[in-house]
């Protein structure tokens, strides 16, 4: 009888996360004069989909966003490992330079956004990709930093200590031992990374212009003066779930994952 | 092969906090010496700066001929076998061994041969291609080992290596060390806070305390002549037992120890050796295997009411008590007295220890020599 009551509630809560969702893709499935109507599936069709690549360049959208998002990473990760990894080990800066790692996250992103745009067009960096993943990268720093540092920090000290004693330098000790067990940390920092970037909006729309849309710009000129296309929007939210979902299978499996197996004891 | 010698080592942590202070120490080539004290005393710390994964504030630390105070772990050829084992959990138990051999640039083959070698010596033939996390603890603290012999390096620095596994195995991994010692003949440190494992491990123990180096010495002398009140206690298992005294003179006028277990009488040697004790306020030690059940020439008889008695086959602790204070002595396994009985014990004269209840320092026993706390 619990089980039963419990599992009734477990249902019910599933129902509140993944019915927006469900019908945030059942919306795009359907026929635009239809998106409104209160049948489930009144009829199926992948026009919206089609729509949105031949007449709206979302293919442009999602190369710019998984680019972005990539490349962003590419950068932040290794400054992000190297200074989360300093902070771990060296003590430096004590309690308060550890928390000043995490100053910039503490303004809100519009108060960034402005002073960004004045530097950007200075050095012309707007409308450009790697404007947008220099931007990111910078923006997902401290926070990946700070991620890292508790992976890092759960990584024994006895291993660089071995790693030492058997030959290597400090860089060696931290590229060949520190960096491969802290590996799955690395990869949920880094999944984590893409994701932040992949949703960010604001900075993409104003460094950004027609050229570098992302997926979030994209879906934001939806919304026109002539009324929201419902069922385009619905069709773009689909596909720029998917990327999130198998990335966030893949932070699961890593985070759940212990660092130091079988190092110690 | 190599000598160490710390000259005035000293570790500070801020202007005036110490977690080791002035250690000299020298080394010789090929011997096994032990670092013994309580968690905390600084032996650890001493074994990191010889590794050079700790930073030396003050002295020298010299291997082998070569001043190696700033050197970087890599030049020092020395091997470290961590409590924790350390092992690299990413890389198969090869692969744990080759490492520092790659990192050295030697040769496939002749790393598969020292691999060989070592494997077999150890038993870890089957386990080579298993990572660390497939392993049990035993097995772990085995490739760890390994790790450290196949580099073949001047020195080993084993931190507390024993202390994760259980006693069956901590006992047969003993007796294995001090073979693999004999057979490879390297200088070992070994770091423990288990008195037995410094008493049967090593050739010399050095006993540390608050970051000072309070005695070094063979096994056997720093039993027969702590230094101080802490050693004679730390070393023991049980502990030496410690009483109030003070020289005086008995009924015929000859010098005895007064204690609260009776009067001590001293042998002709012992009062001379005693000289400087006399006026001062004493502590007696008693090893708890200097305590008899039974009456011998020159023992000195009390009554002991009978607190608690460990029967452990092979002998009884017993722990009884006399006016008020607890002592333990090592009795007969037949010789099983009821708690809370009153029976007669015999301690022996010729065997106590005296300490000057203020400075804790022993003064030196007769025919022991003066006791040094530090090595030339």
New interface residues.
């Given amino acids: 009888m619990r089980r039963i009551v419990s599992h009734i509630g477990l249902i019910f809560f599933s129902a509140v996360v993944l019915l927006p969702i469900l019908w945030v893709l059942r919306t795009s499935l359907v026929p635009e004069h239809l998106s409104y109507s209160s049948q489930i599936l009144p009829e199926l069709t992948l026009d919206n989909y089609v729509a949105l690549f031949t007449t709206k360049h979302f293919g442009n959208n999602y190369l710019n966003s998984i680019l972005v998002a990539v490349g962003s990473v590419i950068v932040a990760m290794p400054l992000a490992c190297t200074t989360g990894y300093a902070f771990a080990r060296f003590r430096t800066s004590g309690r308060a330079g550890r928390f000043s790692v995490l100053a910039t996250q503490m303004l809100p992103p519009v108060a960034l956004a402005l002073p960004t745009f004045m530097f950007y067009r200075t050095v012309g960096l707007t409308n450009s990709l790697p404007g947008l993943m220099l931007v990111y990268a910078a923006l997902n720093l401290p926070f990946l930093t700070w991620i890292l540092m508790g992976f890092f920090e759960s990584v ?1 000290s ?2 660089e ?9 400090a860089w ?1 000790a931290f590229w ?2 520190v960096l ?2 802290a ?1 799955p940390g690395i990869a949920a920092a880094a999944v984590l990374g893409f994701i932040l970037s992949w949703n960010e909006f604001l900075f993409a729309l104003i460094l950004g212009g027609p050229r570098t849309a992302t997926v979030p710009v994209a879906l934001a000129s939806l919304q026109t003066s002539n009324g929201v296309e419902i069922a385009k929007v619905s069709a773009g939210v689909s596909l720029a779930i998917l990327p999130l979902m198998i990335a966030s299978r893949f932070i699961q499996r890593y985070l759940v994952q212990g660092l ?6 | 092969m190599a000598s160490i010698r710390l000259q005035t080592v000293s570790k500070a942590y801020g202007s005036d906090l110490y977690g080791v202070k002035d250690v000299d120490l020298t080394i010789e080539d090929g011997e096994f010496i032990c670092f013994l004290g309580p968690s905390g005393c600084g032996k650890s710390t001493t074994l990191r700066m010889i590794a050079g994964l700790e930073d030396v504030t003050d002295g020298a630390i010299w291997i082998g001929d070569k001043d190696m105070t700033r050197a970087a772990p890599r030049d020092r050829n020395v091997a470290v076998v961590f409590q924790s084992y350390a092992l690299y959990p990413h890389m198969s138990v090869r692969q744990n061994m080759e490492f520092g051999l790659k990192m050295r640039g030697v040769s496939l083959a002749q790393r598969n041969d020292r691999i060989d070698t070592v494997s077999e010596i150890l038993g870890l033939g089957p386990y080579l291609d298993r990572k660390p996390a497939a392993l049990s603890g035993g097995q772990r603290q085995r490739v760890a080992l390994g790790r450290a012999m196949v580099r073949e390096p001047d020195v080993f620095l084993m931190d507390e290596p024993l202390s994760n596994l259980d006693a069956k195995l901590r006992a047969e991994m003993r007796l294995e060390l001090i073979k693999l010692h004999r057979r490879l003949g390297r200088t070992t440190i070994f770091v423990t806070h288990d008195q037995v494992e410094a008493m049967t491990m090593g050739d010399r123990i050095c006993i540390m305390r608050d970051g000072h180096l309070v005695q070094v010495g063979k096994p056997l002398e720093v039993y027969a002549n702590p230094v101080d009140t802490f050693v004679a206690q730390f070393l023991a298992s049980p502990a030496m037992n410690l009483l109030d005294a003070r020289l005086e003179k008995g009924l015929q006028d000859e010098e005895v120890v007064a204690t609260a277990l009776g009067h001590f009488p001293l042998s002709a040697d012992q009062v001379s050796a005693y000289d400087a004790a006399r006026g001062r306020k004493l502590l007696l030690g008693l090893r708890p295997e200097d305590i008899h059940e039974a009456d011998a020439p020159g023992r000195v008889a009390f009554k002991a009411e009978i607190v608690a008695v460990e029967a452990l086959g092979t002998e009884n602790i017993v722990v009884f008590n006399v006016a008020g204070q607890e002592f333990t002595a090592r009795l007969g396994r037949h010789f099983i007295p009821a708690i809370g009985s009153t029976v007669p014990l015999y301690g022996d004269p010729r065997q106590m220890h005296l300490f000057d209840a203020e400075t804790t320092r022993a003064y030196p026993r007769p025919s022991s020599g003066p006791v040094s706390n530090k090595e030339d």
């Fill in positions: 024994p006895d291993l200590g071995a790693a030492m004693t058997d030959g290597a330098t060696g060949r031992i491969p067990v590996a130091s197996f079988g190092s110690v004891k």
